[in-house]
């Protein structure tokens, strides 16, 4: 394939931002349509829209070294006129069991034949439109270290229409071209080497059981190794340690129930005392909790979710600083030691 298509992304400093998703937008005219496909990929992800219908989602698992793009038929989803591509775009910033982050980047490229023999390419460069998505919570948790950031979507905050062709772009920036196509920390481009998924429904055919769970009323995730590492974006194991506290404010004498995932045994304190069986015993007022983490490994805690049965009647401050945002401080050592 013959490449005219640029990488683009936000004009920013930060070139491996922590789980930004992006909406990029290219509108353009067409006289005719004969037939029409489109090359696309992105570092880490893409969801794509032709004229608001949604076409698919990828590209697949692949090298850095030996990247891949997905080739995706799109003939009758383009019209005579006016016609918009868009793309929610996300970088996820950290490495995964499936994937290695190194830049943000989207990079697409339209090849349109018309019914007179024409031939017109419309390709990503500083000519499409980009604006961070503000409904996609960038500090989301992750599920575990195999996993990218779960899902955050506000839809009181979303730019509705926007993949709609009837939406002003007007106020949005001009996308910035960092590489040419085989330019940048991607290398060996080639079409994607497996099959889509077919997103065949699939139904049960009958119900065995079903069981009630209860899950926890307040949940805080902690990812441990960007607490002691944060310069290192990779999925390896490493060993970690440091410390997290917080002050809980309870108006009155109760025994409440936490859940630490992973489990890990005399790593829980309530007011200097180690939690037994996940009960935390506050008294009325103002109640410290700790939480010690140290792992030779690094990957039993990489993330980290502390969860509550319980929480109606509390507050929470930052112990170290009373008017902070953030009631959880963190502390790491320099160099995490093996136990």
């Not at 509108?27 to 004969?34: I, K, P, Y």
């Not at 080739?71 to 490495?95: C, E, K, Q, S, Y």
């Not at 989207?106 to 409904?135: C, Y």
Request: glycine share 6%; charged share 20%; net charge negative.
């Amino acid at each position: 394939m013959t490449w005219s298509a640029q990488w683009i992304w936000l004009d920013q400093v930060d070139r491996r931002p922590y789980n930004q998703t992006v909406i990029a937008r290219k509108t353009f005219e067409l006289s005719t349509v004969a037939a029409a496909s489109l090359a696309i990929t992105a570092d880490s992800q893409y969801r794509l829209f032709i004229n608001g219908q949604w076409v698919e989602d990828g590209p697949c698992r692949s090298w850095p070294q030996h990247y891949q793009y997905d080739v995706l038929d799109v003939t009758t989803l383009l019209r005579p006129g006016r016609n918009v591509i868009a793309v929610v775009a996300i970088h996820f910033g950290i490495a995964t069991f499936h994937r290695i982050p190194q830049e943000a980047g989207l990079l697409a490229q339209l090849t349109v034949d018309t019914a007179d023999g024409q031939t017109f390419t419309i390709a990503t460069d500083e000519s499409w439109k980009v604006h961070e998505s503000p409904a996609h919570l960038r500090d989301a948790a992750r599920m575990c270290i195999q996993r990218e950031q779960s899902e955050w979507y506000d839809a009181r905050l979303a730019l509705n229409g926007a993949f709609e062709l009837a939406f002003d772009d007007g106020e949005w920036a001009a996308a910035r071209a960092y590489y040419p196509a085989h330019g940048g920390p991607w290398h060996d481009l080639h079409p994607r080497d497996v099959p889509f998924l077919t997103r065949e429904p699939m139904y049960p055919r009958c119900v065995r059981e079903t069981t009630l769970v209860h899950g926890p009323v307040q949940s805080v995730t902690f990812d441990v190794k960007r607490l002691c590492y944060p310069e290192d974006r990779s999925a390896n194991t490493v060993p970690m340690a440091g410390a997290l506290a917080t002050v809980l404010v309870s108006e009155q004498v109760r025994t409440v129930k936490a859940s630490l995932l992973p489990p890990l045994d005399g790593a829980l304190y309530c007011n200097g005392q180690p939690v037994a069986e996940g009960m935390l015993a506050l008294q009325a007022g103002e109640n410290l909790l700790t939480l010690i983490v140290h792992e030779a490994y690094g990957h039993a805690v990489y993330t980290l979710t502390l969860g509550f049965d319980e929480w109606h009647d509390f507050t929470q401050r930052n112990p170290c600083a009373a008017g902070d945002a953030n009631p959880w401080p963190g502390s790491a050592p320099s160099r995490p030691c093996h136990r």
